[in-house]
């Protein structure tokens, strides 16, 4: 969350020097619950103490609403397909939603 996080805010920096206004806060999704907790609550802090950085990256841009982390549940997470060993069905369903084609498919 935090590499993402730094990216957003370089993007939304050369929007603006682009002279392209985005107002909105820009949406993150994480699957991780326990990522959100840490990120959105400072408490947790204290029992997290080696992620601390990347704590305070992504609360910093949460607090003042540059950025706002949301969940979405794990079957949902088309990143997963790149990371993670999916059943057949959930493996296609992500590949039709990238929009992959097989190439190779007869016709």
């Given at each position: 969350m935090a590499s993402i996080t730094c990216e957003l805010v370089w993007l939304k920096y050369l929007l603006e020097d682009l002279q392209i206004k985005h107002e909105q806060p820009t949406i993150?999704?994480?699957d991780n619950q326990a990522a959100l907790?840490?990120?959105a609550n400072l408490i947790f802090h204290e029992r997290a103490k080696h992620i601390e950085?990347?704590?305070h990256i992504v609360c910093e841009r949460t607090q003042?609403?540059?950025i706002a982390t949301t969940h979405v549940p794990s079957a949902h997470q088309i990143?997963?397909?790149f990371t993670k060993p999916l059943g057949s069905a959930l493996f296609h369903?992500?590949?039709r939603k990238?929009?992959?084609l097989d190439i190779h498919a007869p016709t």
């Open positions: 993150l999704l994480c907790h840490i990120a950085l990347d704590c003042p609403g540059l990143a997963n397909i369903h992500h590949l990238l929009g992959a």
